[in-house]
């Protein structure tokens, strides 16, 4: 190849071709647990979150939910994935290793948004909420107008199982209980069904059985057959943690993601660049800025399967 800017500007065209078909052709199955927000500026504070709302007769004078701001800001951060091309393999035609490399670097922009909403879920029992404690905690706190305080608990420790009717009502039973239980600030009844089981590989078999299978591995009937879909996460680090999420809620999700600039194909292709005289190297890759968030806790029941 001659290498010129003509020639340049096409090659860095194929290759963010490359990229955007390979960045569109990823699951999005991060979305069925995330809200997004876009963010307009370096951050977003979410004092909105600090407040459930719901509905209440009207009699007297308006309840109002006052919002905390600044107790919960977040920052906006930055992403990047880089590749060199050598001037020489311009110059030899040895373009396929650069389309695989813009190929895998499209997928991992696609992933980006996942592995943000998943790291969010693998520090869940320690990351704090808007409420300053864990996201997954049996310290969540609501004082209602005449101050009493109501504690509520949105994190188990049983191993998820389906061995027997106990076992399955200990694990997946409990989480169920606990998200129909959680009531507002008021003590009135959220009214929430779980829909979702999100599991590691290592319990993707027992996920299948509750949500599908009409009996349990001890051959009793399965009460809960239907009741979720299941979700099985490979980058979830935990092999016995596993959560049960609120999905069915309109855009309300249990998690956040912040977006302030989408993954973007950018390139650096001048002659004239220090880098091409001093090292024969054109670049090109991608850049984001966003960044994760806890959502409403109690539209999420989360077990680290130890109990």
């Known amino acids: 190849m001659l290498v010129n800017g003509s020639a340049i500007r096409s090659v860095f065209t194929g290759l963010s071709t490359q990229f955007h078909n390979a960045l569109v052709a990823v699951p999005t199955d991060y979305q069925a647990t995330t809200m997004t927000v876009p963010s307009n500026g370096s951050g977003v504070d979410y004092a909105w979150l600090s407040r459930f709302p719901k509905m209440r007769q009207w009699v007297g004078d308006k309840h109002i939910k006052a919002l905390a701001l600044g107790n919960y800001y977040v920052k906006n951060l930055d992403w990047e994935t880089t590749i060199a091309v050598d001037r020489n393999d311009l110059e030899d035609d040895q373009l396929g290793i650069y389309n695989a490399q813009a190929q895998m670097a499209g997928q991992s922009a696609g992933e980006l948004y ?22 997954y905690s049996d310290s969540h706190t609501l004082t209602s107008a005449d101050g009493t305080v109501r504690t509520q608990d949105n994190k188990l420790t049983a191993a998820l199982s389906a ?36 599991v590691p590989p290592a319990l993707e078999a027992v996920a299948l059985i509750i949500a599908n299978a009409d009996k349990l591995a001890d051959d009793s009937p399965n ?16 092999s016995t943690a596993w959560m049960l999420h609120v999905s069915n809620r309109g855009a309300i999700k249990p998690f956040v993601l912040q977006t302030r600039k989408a993954p973007t194909f950018v390139s650096q292709t001048s002659m004239e660049n220090d880098d091409v005289f001093n090292r024969r190297e054109y670049k090109f890759g991608a850049e984001a800025r966003a960044a994760g968030a806890y959502g409403f806790w109690q539209l999420s029941v989360g077990s680290t399967g130890q109990g």
């Open 114 to 135: 996942g592995d943000i909403i998943t790291s969010l879920k693998n520090a869940a029992f320690t990351g704090l909420g808007m409420d300053g404690v864990a996201y």
């Open 163 to 198: 061995a027997s009717l106990s076992a399955l009502v200990g694990s997946y039973g409990a989480a169920r209980q606990a998200i129909m239980g959680f009531t507002d600030e008021e003590g009135q009844p959220l009214g929430l069904m779980p829909d979702l089981l999100e």
């Open 223 to 238: 009460p809960f057959r239907g009741t979720c879909r299941v979700q099985v996460n490979p980058r979830l680090t935990s």
